[in-house]
């Protein structure tokens, strides 16, 4: 899963905002790009030179450039204004690791500025850009989603907020995918107990997404396979409830009606 582009309303944050605040991010310097090369130059044409860089699309020696304003002026205010630029631009090149970083290390000094929100969704989006398949490893996708809420909680009538509980709902149905995924793969190998948590847990956690009424579908049959045919009962009539006309619904009022014989599915 992946986010196209910042929104043009992010976007015009960073790049328009003659005023942003904040401070310094200094990459390595054996990471910065050979064209920086320490030449010490005011910072006005230094940051101009980034900035232009940036716009031509060259992302990554503009990181590396905003990172070297930063380096050689650090106490003007051009510094602060370069280092949420730089954390933008790696982002931009898909270095999302050194978006991260500098954007926390702005925030860790400049907690409340006026553009600490967009820095907060900037590591949001870092992090969501990073997301993969179900097959996966999903920590990223967990740390994506506490970012995620993090902007919404911090932040709740901006933009930001907004754009965050669009990808929450995003985040939360690949979540429970990945506990369906898992779910199916130990029912198929016979290991019902540990199916049955995979399924709970969807609905405990991820009720709302777009995989509940399977799981209740699979906690149906999983109930029935362990023997307890009023657990399956119970699992189908809330999914009758909630999702009566759906092929799950009839699914499990047919497993029930076979399997659990003088058992009513209401």
């Known amino acids: 899963m992946t986010v196209s582009a910042v929104s043009r309303v992010s976007r015009a944050v960073v790049l328009a905002s003659a005023t942003l605040a904040l401070a310094a991010c200094g990459g390595g310097a054996g990471s910065r790009p050979s064209d920086t090369a320490y030449v010490a130059r005011d910072v006005e044409s230094l940051y101009t030179e980034a900035k232009a860089r940036m716009d031509a699309g060259d992302t990554l020696l503009a990181a590396a450039l905003f990172d070297e304003v930063e380096r050689q002026h650090p106490y003007s205010p051009w510094a602060r204004r370069a280092q949420l630029m730089s954390a933008f631009s790696y982002y931009g090149a898909q270095d999302y690791n050194k978006a991260i970083a500098s954007a926390q290390r702005f925030l860790s000094i400049h907690p409340g500025n ?71 793969f130990y029912q198929r190998s016979g290991r019902w107990i540990a199916a049955q948590i995979r399924f ?20 149906t049959e999983s ?13 189908a009539a809330v999914l009758g409830a909630n999702y009566p006309g759906s092929e799950w619904y009839d699914k499990a009022y047919d497993l029930v009606e076979r399997h659990a014989a003088g058992v009513t599915v209401s």
């Open 223 to 235: 109930s029935l396979a362990l023997g307890v045919p009023t657990e399956a009962q119970k699992y």
């Open 200 to 219: 709970q847990n969807v609905i405990d956690n991820f009720q709302t997404t777009s995989h509940a009424a399977e799981a209740l579908y699979r906690l």
């Open 114 to 184: 006026k553009d600490a929100p967009y820095a907060y969704y900037l590591i949001a989006l870092s992090y969501y850009e990073q997301i993969s398949d179900v097959q996966r490893d999903q920590k990223i996708t967990e740390q994506a989603l506490a970012s995620l809420r993090e902007v919404e909680r911090r932040f709740p009538a901006t933009e930001y907020a907004t754009d965050a509980r669009l990808k929450i709902d995003l985040v939360q149905d690949h979540l429970a995918g990945k506990e369906m995924e898992i779910g199916r």
